[in-house]
């Protein structure tokens, strides 16, 4: 295998904006196939945003996203298309279609891409179901399930076509501790079993220790760090360090820019 | 994927090679429910060549099984590569299939 394919996603020199921020300014990273790598930083840092571009959500002002060493960036919808169901994504909030049942959302992918008997897709939607904890929940609508179980439907709706490529955005967050141990815990098994290459966006140190192979650390639109646990643990990056360490961030502004802040100028 | 249906002892063999996937399991569908419809004793399938399996494929093994069962058959799998292997055991599928290491263990009772 080539390096490059050693790698399952190479981003080079991505530069995005929303109106005239720039929010990604000119980032390249490598997510390694196989693994378990997640984009870490604070609020605001740009990773929500890079996840989007890697699942061909937004179009970036410039730079290339290379998937299978295919820029996804010059792709037309209907290649796009071909590409996306070769991924799986938990979105934040689950994004699950309320009017249908949790077995119809997990059955929807499987029925857009495939031409299965139906009783072939049910099997398929409760193997799902069972393997994220959820048997016996198959004709509830999302309204009646928490928010961990929510999370639960979506992960078994974005594993429904056995992606290659499977992104998380943010799994734990609302979940109680149990709840979050457990979704780590079925990530590294689909990592393990599958061996699928699994992107986590999050900003949840203890799961980053639990599940990462592989670190991206953004900080302000740019990378400040990449590469293996043990190298982000004895990083000497101040911005690192004061993550890592849990430091709250002492801005100082000059009186001169505070005037200009709040009169608007 | 590649189907090869042959006879051992009475048993159905159904060999099978590459991949047994969303665009195949359909063919393999196919194939197992012609041979419940004839309530066939015993099928084996042979899985020493198959490359991937996914869920659809799975799915398919599973529907397989219930046919068979339906009229007192049996569905057997046999010479399951080690990572197919761990794949039924996460799907907790391994203690529902009847595995055999090889053609000869499967066709004993």
Redesign the interface.
Known sequence: MSAAMENAIEVTGLRTHYGQREILKGISISIPRGKTSVILGGSGCGKSTLLKHLIGLLRPTEGKIAINGRDIAAMDEEELNGVRRKMGVLFQGAALLNSLTVAENVALP?RE?????E???M??VR??L??VGLSGFENFYPSQLSGGMKKRAGLARAI???PELLFFDEPSAGLDPVTAAGLDDLIL?LRN??GMTIVVVTHELPSVFTIADYVIMLDAGEVIFSGILDDLRNSQNERVRMFLERRPETRTYSPDDYFRFIVGD | MKIDITEHNGAKVFSLSGDIDLYSSPALRKELIFFIGKKVPLLLVDFRDVSYIDSSGIATLVEGLRGMMSHGGKLKLFGIPERIVEIFAFSKLDKVFDICGSLDDAVKD
């Open positions: 499987i891409h495939a031409r299965l008997n009783s072939t897709v099997i398929m193997m799902k069972d393997l429904a076509l056995d098994k079993v599958f």
